[in-house]
């Protein structure tokens, strides 16, 4: 059975997926393949995993009816047309739980940069204008005792509340189309309206899925109702915010900061104003950029494929 994998995994799922007899094509070039490129090289293949952001769009899906399986190298799967993927009979699996604690650490770690204006500040030494000592210069905001928003408190949210309980004694407060009744009691979490969210963060952190209803979810309005010394968190998608809205938030100091891992479009543009303003932290979407994430992310994948090429039930389907 032959696989197409098309990006750099771990090297463990290359050593497994051998070890199943799948014989394995690997995309190796440094730029992203392009669809036109994707649809060629899934041509003589009976399974596909799909690394990065390829769409797997009904265009997609209907030139590679025959693929067994697609197994995608993340849990997001909004680049999935997952309609027609279901009427195509084609399963599509992705990697749930075992990048939660990753992500959360990199909400964390921007949540933490943006407050001490870390990556503002690094810059500024490179930039040789550290020149003295001075006791004022720019002032950070602490975290401790403060209120973390969750919006989507589900895995990855989890483990980001639970490090800022640990780490800063934070109250945590969150939205969700439902309520997480089971994170309610194992951290006490309580449960807010939106609107109540964007009052109340110190910190408000994104966890959601980008869907239809999450697009450009957070807007110049949105931002107008969070505190003026708040900060905004993104590790989940960049299309949930609107990106001049939250410059123009940030500029006008409706908000107070912002850290991202997910930006619209990816990659950002080296020139774009974020990257210059002291309160803010960007991130090339690293979330799940650890080795024993990476490692454990392979491990699903391949279990995937495995059971796909053998026309069984996946162990970890979108749909
Ligand atoms: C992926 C992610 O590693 O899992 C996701 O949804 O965003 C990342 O962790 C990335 O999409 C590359 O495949």
Known sequence: MKVFISGNIAPIALKQLEENNISITQWKEDRQITQEELIEACKNQAGLVSVGPNKIDSEFLNACKHLKVIALHSVGF???????????????????????????????????????????????????????YEPTPELGIELNGKTLGVFGLGKIGLEMAKKCMAAYNMKVVYHNRSRNEEAEQEIQAEYVSFNELL???????????????????????????????????N???????????????????????????????????????LLYMENVAVLPHIGSATEETRAAM??????NIVAGLKGEKIPYPVY
């Open 78 to 132: 909004d680049q999935v047309d997952v309609g027609e993927a279901k009427k195509l009979k084609i399963p599509i699996g992705n990697t749930p739980g075992v990048l939660s604690g990753a992500t959360a650490d990199t909400a964390f770690l921007l949540m933490l940069a943006v407050s001490r204006k870390a990556f503002y500040l690094h810059k500024k030494i490179i930039d040789g204008k550290w020149q003295n």
């Open 199 to 233: 009052a109340q963060s110190d910190v408000l952190t994104v966890h959601t899925a980008l869907t239809s209803e999450t697009t450009g979810k957070f807007s110049i309005d949105v931002f107008k109702k969070m505190k003026p010394a708040s900060i905004f968190i």
């Open 235 to 273: 590790t989940a998608r960049g299309g949930i915010h609107n990106e001049q809205d939250l410059i123009r938030a940030l500029e006008e100091k409706i908000i107070w900061g912002a850290g991202l891992d997910v930006t619209n479009p990816e990659p950002m543009k080296k020139n774009n104003p």
């Open 298 to 303: 392979a491990e699903l994948i391949v279990e």
